[in-house]
C-alpha cells in the first residue's frame, strides 16, 4: 500500500508541475506585428493624406481618450496638426514623451510612417 501511494504522489507531482508549465507559457503576450509580421513589408508613404490616413489613424487610435475631458483633444484637423510635433513624440514613445497610445504597445511602424511623412510634408488638409 505504501508503494501505491508514493506512486499516486509522484503521478500527482508529475501532473501538477506539468499544467503549471502550461500555465505559465500559456500567459505569453507580444505585439501583432511581432507575432505575425507582413509579409510585404511595403509601407505606401507616397499618397498620405489628412482625410483619410492620418483621421482614420486618429479616431482608430486617439480618439476613445482624446475627445475631450481633460486630456488633449484631437478631433479637428487644426487640433492634430497643431500638436503633431508633440503626436509624433508620443507614438514613435521618444524619451520625454508620454508613450501612446497610453497603456498600450507601438503603433504600428507603417502608420507611424505615414504621420510622420504628413507631418514632413507640410500637414496638407486634403
Known amino acids: ?24 507559457t500559456s500567459c505569453y503576450y507580444d505585439s501583432e506585428e511581432a507575432l505575425f509580421p507582413k509579409i510585404n513589408n511595403s509601407c505606401d508613404t507616397s499618397n498620405v493624406t ?32 497643431a500638436k503633431s510635433d508633440r503626436i509624433i513624440g508620443s507614438i ?7 508613450p501612446m497610445p497610453q497603456g498600450g504597445t507601438m503603433l504600428d511602424s507603417c502608420l507611424i510612417k505615414q504621420y510622420v511623412k504628413w507631418v514632413k510634408i507640410g500637414k496638407p488638409n486634403n
Open 1 to 24: 500500500m505504501f508503494k501505491t501511494f508514493n506512486s499516486l504522489i509522484i503521478k500527482t507531482s508529475a501532473l501538477l508541475t506539468v499544467l503549471g508549465l502550461i500555465l505559465v
Open 50 to 81: 489628412y482625410s483619410s490616413t492620418i483621421n482614420n489613424m486618429i479616431n482608430n487610435y486617439c480618439l476613445s481618450c482624446h475627445s475631450g475631458g481633460g486630456t488633449t483633444i484631437l478631433v479637428t484637423y487644426a487640433e492634430v496638426s
Open 92 to 98: 514613435e514613445h521618444k524619451s520625454g514623451f508620454l
